[in-house]
């Protein structure tokens, strides 16, 4: 076996390799740079020059075009002269344009390019010549000008211009060749490069997982120690590298710890025990004082809420205060009908007065901006038909919160109540802003979902309610932004008997 010291360690193989491998990088972005350099950018450069010749030439068309068709004896001149300044500002910017450098293309190219900007500024000046006659009113001068002198100028600059983009455009075509086989030289060395990154980032990868896979090993070990498993095997400690060494000084470390553990493992224990009845101590003497709290409460009477109502529902009557009188009256049976002990189905009468007093208060609130409309069908008796409690009141008091308060002109809720066979059906609607498509999908969502009850508690309440008389019971929503939204409840038709009459009265007697 080879002496460690003749082994190269893992950690200097991963090394290297991560050398190699930015070494590598570096070549493939010099190689990238090198082709966008002398490859991309000078075939762009060529194209960009053909683009501005081209350009150039349907700037100077234009220019003999509008001079060749002008009347000299009759067209407007402004029109002419709007024209020929449009066409030379474009022209001339793209002559600032053009590279008229000597080697930036060939010989021939260079000479066309400089014979056509200097014929470019003898028509240009002459055709300034041509504008300033015409501004003068000398059309006949401005003509002899055009014909004796910019005409035949114009020719030859169109001329050198056509010659010129011919020029390049064959310069480009040779060049493009060269360059295309330098391309494909510096793609295939690309393609090498990449091939040697994926091969050393193999290596790395590869080098790197036996490292991990050793600490993991010692990862896993070292948290069974923690958890007190002193018991667990040994880490591998074959190898001859870095990861040798660190397993056999954790073995070693391992195996201290156990013995140290045995030793002190029975006052561990006798600390632990001593830890555990503090605890309990401690949560039994917070189980004490919660009770003591709830007892306390437990004391307080809700007809202390009715007293002191009444007390104050003496005093507004004393005082003459009706509308004071008249809230307090609704508040009062509100709070008698929520906290009292209700039977689990009561008369609808009930439930009306409930909503009819619920409205009393957010009428006062939020005066004529609420409305609330009752409509019964003929079949239906109020005092006979028993509903669940607290069944409607929790869909008005969402329709006017959600659908009519935000809404600024205020609405109305309308509520019917009719028979259908067997079922009864209790729709509540309101023409408010009605819920938008995603959200209205959300509620009916959180509506099935009994763990989900963050918002819209009065409905999940009502919901989970009808849910429990039977499947063929429950409660459906239907809205459209801006046009309103309707709640329709469908639960069994349940007349009472005589004898429950009474009982119901003397409840709402108390």
Request: glycine share 4%.
């Amino acid at each position: 076996m080879k002496s460690p010291a003749m082994q190269k360690s893992l950690l200097n193989r991963i090394a290297l390799s991560v050398l190699a491998f930015f070494a590598a990088l570096l070549l493939e972005l010099g190689i990238s740079y090198y082709q966008n350099a002398y490859v991309t950018q000078p075939q762009e450069r060529r194209s960009q020059q053909i683009r501005i010749i081209s350009q150039f030439l349907n700037g100077v068309e234009q220019s003999i075009q509008a001079l060749s068709d002008f009347r000299w004896d009759y067209d407007e001149i402004p029109e002419l002269i709007q024209t020929l300044d449009s066409s030379q500002e474009e022209a001339s910017q793209l002559l600032s344009q053009l590279d008229l450098r000597l080697g930036q293309g060939s010989e021939e190219q260079y000479l066309l390019s400089n014979a056509s900007a200097t014929t470019y500024r003898t028509f240009s000046e002459l055709t300034d010549e041509i504008q300033q006659l015409l501004q003068e009113d000398r059309r006949d001068e401005a003509a002899e000008l055009f014909y004796a002198s910019a005409a035949p100028c114009g020719s030859y600059m169109r001329q050198y211009i056509q010659q010129l983009l011919e020029c390049a455009i064959r310069d480009s075509q040779s060049a493009y060749s060269q360059l295309s086989r330098r391309s494909n030289l510096l793609e295939r060395l690309q393609l090498a490069v990449s091939c040697l990154c994926m091969l050393l980032a193999a290596t790395t990868a590869y080098s790197l997982f036996i490292l991990l896979r050793s600490v993991r090993q010692m990862a896993s070990a070292s948290v069974a120690i923690s958890r007190g498993d002193l018991d667990t095997p040994d880490v591998d400690e074959s190898r001859q590298d870095e990861i040798g060494h660190m397993a056999r000084a954790f073995n070693e470390m391992k195996r201290s710890m156990k013995r140290q553990v045995q030793t002190l493992e029975e006052k561990n224990e006798m600390e632990r025990t001593l830890f555990k009845k503090e605890n309990e101590a401690l949560e039994l003497r917070s189980l004490m004082e919660q009770e003591k709290l709830q007892k306390l409460r437990s004391q307080i009477n809700p007809h202390f809420l009715f007293n002191t109502l009444n007390v104050i529902l003496y005093t507004a009557r004393q005082e003459g205060a009706e509308k004071t009188q008249s809230l307090i009256a609704s508040l009062s049976s509100l709070f008698r009908y929520a906290l009292g002990s209700n039977a689990s189905l009561v008369p609808l009468a009930r439930e009306v007065r409930i909503v009819d007093a619920f409205y009393a208060l957010n009428k006062v609130r939020f005066g004529d901006r609420v409305a609330l409309h009752w409509s019964y069908s003929p079949d239906i008796d109020l005092t006979e038909t028993l509903t669940p409690s607290f069944l409607i009141q929790p869909l008005v008091e969402n329709a006017f919160k959600h659908g009519i308060v935000p809404k600024e002109e205020g609405g109305t809720v309308e509520i019917r109540i009719e028979p259908e066979g067997d079922l009864l059906k209790i729709l509540v609607s309101d023409d408010g802003v009605g819920i938008p498509e995603a959200a209205l999908e959300d509620l009916r969502r959180s509506l099935l979902d009994p763990t989900d009850r963050e918002n819209h508690i009065g409905l999940a309440n009502v919901s989970a309610r009808l849910r429990l008389l039977g499947e063929a019971y429950g409660l459906s929503i239907h809205s459209l932004p801006g046009s309103g939204t309707q709640v329709e409840l469908r639960l069994p038709l349940v007349i009472q008997q005589s004898d429950e009459e009474t009982e119901y009265e003397d409840s709402d007697s108390r």
